[in-house]
C-alpha cells in the first residue's frame, strides 16, 4: 500500500491572523480596523461589520494581540477589561475556617460573573518589611483588587497605594480597618457584641472577663459592652474585667498547640493558662467569660475543664464568629457565640468591586451585614 507523505504546512499559515493582514484584506488602515475590533461609534457602522466579519472569517484572535492591544489603550488613556480581580489573603489563613467561608462567597460570587481569581499569599509583617508584589499586579492584568484582615495585608496595602498603575485599580475590602478611597464590607460585630451581653445579662451574669485585643473593631466591641453595662446600672470597671491573651490564643492554626513539645516554662503558651486560673480565682464574683473570637474562648474551655471547672454550670463562655466549634461527648457543637455572614460579605465585596470595576462607581461605599447571635450549651444562669 502507497504511502501519504506528510502534508506540508508553510510558516505563513501557522502564523496569527494579525490586525494588518486584515486591513490589506479589507482595504482599509490598520487604525480603522483597530478601532473597528474595538466597537468604536466613530467608524462607519456598514464598515465596521465588514471588518468584523472580515476578521471572524480569516480566524483572527484578539488574544494573540492582547499585548499590543493593551500597550496602544493605555497610550489613549483607556482600560482593557480583563475579568480578573486579585484577592490578598495572609499566608496560611486559607486552611483556617475563618477565611475559607469568605474565600467560598468570593468564589461563587466571581464565577457567576465569568471572572478569573488570583490569590496573593500576603507574609506576615514581623517576617518582612517589605513586600515585593507578583510581576502579574505591574501588567495591567488585574481589574480589582480585594483584600481581607491579616497581620501583614496592611503593608501591601500600602505598598499598592505607592504604584502608579494599582493606585487607579477599584479596591474593595472585606472585614478590615477603614482605609482612604477603598470600600468596605463589614459584619455588623457591635450588634452581634451587644447581643451578647444582653444574653448573658439576662441569664443574671453581672461580672465579665474579656480577653484583650487592639485595634478599631476591639475598641468599639469594648465600648458597646461598656455602653450596656451602664444601661444596667452597672460599673465597667467593677464588672468588667480585661485580661490580655498570648497571640497564639487567636490564631485557629495553632488551636491545638502540643504544649510538651514546649520546653521553656516561662513560655506565655505554658504559663497563661495558670495566670487565667488565678485570676479567676482572685476574682470569684466572675461568671462569665467572653472570647475575641471563637478561638479564644475554645482555649479558655479548655483550661478550665483541665482544671475540674464545669461549662456552663459553674463558668459561662462563649466565642465570636462561629467558625470553630467546642464539641460535647456526642460531637454537638456547645458554645454560644456571634454568627457573622462570612460567606455572604464575600459574595457582597465581589459585587461592589465589579460594580466599581464595570460601571465605573469611584464613590465610597460601605456595607454592613447583620450576624445573629446563635444560642448554645456553653451559657447557663450562673451558680447561686
Known amino acids: 500500500m502507497k504511502m501519504s507523505r506528510p502534508r506540508k504546512y508553510s510558516q505563513a499559515a501557522q502564523r496569527p491572523v494579525t490586525i494588518r493582514d486584515i486591513a490589506e484584506r479589507c482595504g482599509v488602515g490598520t487604525s480603522t480596523v483597530s478601532r473597528s475590533l474595538l466597537n468604536d461609534p466613530h467608524v462607519n457602522a456598514a464598515t465596521r461589520e465588514r471588518i468584523l466579519a472580515i476578521a471572524t472569517e480569516m ?6 494581540n492582547e499585548a499590543a492591544r493593551r500597550l496602544s489603550l493605555r497610550r489613549h488613556g483607556l482600560a482593557l477589561l480583563n475579568h480578573t480581580v486579585a484577592l490578598l489573603i495572609p499566608a496560611e489563613t486559607y486552611k483556617v475556617k475563618y477565611y475559607s467561608l469568605l474565600f467560598h462567597g468570593v468564589i461563587e460570587e466571581l464565577t457567576r460573573y465569568n471572572y478569573t481569581l488570583i490569590t496573593m499569599l500576603v507574609p506576615r509583617i514581623w517576617e518582612c518589611t517589605h513586600v515585593e508584589l507578583p510581576p502579574v499586579f505591574n501588567r495591567s492584568d488585574i481589574d480589582g483588587i480585594l483584600w481581607c484582615p491579616g497581620v501583614g495585608n496592611e503593608l501591601v496595602y500600602d505598598e499598592l497605594q505607592h504604584n502608579p498603575i494599582l493606585k487607579r485599580c477599584p479596591t474593595v475590602g472585606m472585614l478590615v480597618k477603614e482605609a482612604p478611597d477603598c470600600s468596605m464590607v463589614y459584619g455588623d460585630e457591635v450588634n452581634g457584641q451587644q447581643m451578647l ?18 485595634g478599631i473593631s476591639y475598641d468599639r466591641r469594648v465600648a458597646i459592652i461598656e455602653r450596656i453595662l ?44 495558670a495566670v487565667l486560673l488565678q485570676y479567676l480565682a482572685d476574682h470569684p464574683q466572675i461568671t462569665a467569660i467572653m472570647g475575641l473570637n471563637d478561638v479564644t474562648a475554645i482555649h479558655a474551655c479548655f483550661t478550665l475543664r483541665h482544671a475540674g471547672i464545669r461549662i456552663p454550670e459553674e463558668m459561662s463562655i462563649v466565642g465570636f464568629d462561629d467558625t470553630d466549634p467546642i464539641l460535647d461527648t456526642q460531637g454537638r457543637n456547645i458554645l454560644t457565640t456571634v454568627r457573622l455572614p462570612l460567606e455572604e460579605i464575600g459574595r457582597e465585596a465581589v459585587r461592589m468591586l465589579i460594580g466599581r470595576i464595570e460601571a465605573g462607581q469611584t464613590e465610597r461605599s460601605d456595607i454592613t451585614l447583620p450576624g445573629g447571635l446563635v444560642i448554645r450549651r456553653s451559657t447557663a444562669p450562673p451558680a447561686r
Open 230 to 273: 451602664r444601661e444596667h446600672e452597672l460599673d465597667p470597671k467593677n464588672h468588667l474585667h480585661l485580661l490580655a491573651c498570648p497571640r497564639n490564643w487567636l490564631d485557629p492554626r495553632l488551636l491545638y498547640p502540643d504544649i510538651n513539645q514546649v520546653t521553656d516554662p516561662e513560655h506565655e503558651d505554658v504559663r497563661f493558662p
Open 197 to 214: 451581653i444582653r444574653h448573658l445579662l439576662e441569664l443574671g451574669h453581672r461580672y465579665f472577663l474579656y480577653f484583650k485585643g487592639h
Open 59 to 64: 480566524g483572527y484572535d484578539p488574544s494573540h
